[in-house]
């Protein structure tokens, strides 16, 4: 049963418009989430984070939003661009996991011009 | 300044072999995590070290596969013998897990895509 779920494998944008991926999870022990950001043939790369005990966490065109109560949470990238394109995954971890992330199975971002 | 590397890239190989994937993290990290993608899953953890000590590998699917890690520059994945059903591609990551807990990022190497014939 997954933990962590991100129930769109697809999305495509308009270039200039907002992308809204979305994640949601079911661990309540969940405190600390991250997303990652994958091109074909690379590792995922660190995108932003974000604590329990905030509901917001900006960085440029980057922003996610945690709604603890709907265990919910949300990227938004705006505006998008075609370099955007990637797969997306969210992560979630509890401080008594130690070090393990859980990962969301992904979504594809698809960023036309 | 070198990110984790992974070797082979690429490996395919006949049902039955012996697979070795293997990992070298960034320099100064001391937690080393290996991680499978599939289409079905997405990305699976299957086995941490922490100073090079295994602390989960309730993540590895059977007996066939196991992993080490000798020293804190290097890690090795086995799987023997290998399946069809193996085939996937194969992520590396490592971090630096200091005294207290803090979320450390996990940088990931290129993974090794794995194919089993």
């Known amino acids: 049963d997954q933990q962590v779920k991100q129930n769109s494998p697809s999305l495509s944008v308009q270039e200039g418009r907002i992308s809204i991926l979305n994640c949601d999870y079911t661990?309540?022990?969940?405190?600390?989430f991250l997303w990652y950001k994958k091109y074909p043939a690379e590792g995922p790369t660190f995108l932003i984070s974000?604590?329990?005990?905030?509901d917001k966490n900006e960085d440029g065109r980057f922003t996610v939003f945690l709604n603890k109560s709907a265990k919910h949470l949300s990227l938004h990238i705006v505006p998008s661009q075609p370099g955007d394109s990637a797969v997306y995954f969210c992560?979630?971890?509890?401080?008594?996991?130690?070090?393990?992330?859980?990962f969301g199975p992904g979504t594809r971002l698809s960023v036309l011009p | 300044d070198a990110g984790v590397i992974q070797s082979p890239r690429h490996e395919v190989t006949e049902m039955g072999q012996e697979v070795t994937l293997r990992c070298k993290p960034i320099?100064?990290?001391?937690?080393l995590f290996w991680y499978r993608q599939t289409m079905m899953r997405g990305l699976e953890l299957l086995i941490y070290?922490?100073?090079?000590?295994?602390?989960?590998d309730s993540g590895m699917p059977e007996d066939r596969f196991s992993a080490k890690m000798p020293n804190a520059s290097f890690s090795t994945l086995k799987i023997q013998p290998s399946e069809p059903r193996d085939s996937a591609v194969y992520f590396c990551?490592?971090?630096?897990?200091?005294?207290?807990?803090?979320?450390?990022?996990?940088?990931f190497g290129a993974g090794t895509r794995l194919s089993v014939l």
């Open positions: 990551a490592s971090t630096f897990s200091g005294q207290t807990v803090s979320k450390n990022i996990q940088y």
């Open positions: 661990n309540s022990m969940f405190d600390y």
């Open positions: 974000i604590s329990s005990i905030k």
């Open positions: 992560a979630a971890s509890a401080s008594n996991y130690g070090q393990n992330f859980v």
């Open positions: 320099s100064g990290h001391n937690s």
């Open positions: 070290f922490n100073n090079n000590v295994p602390i989960d």
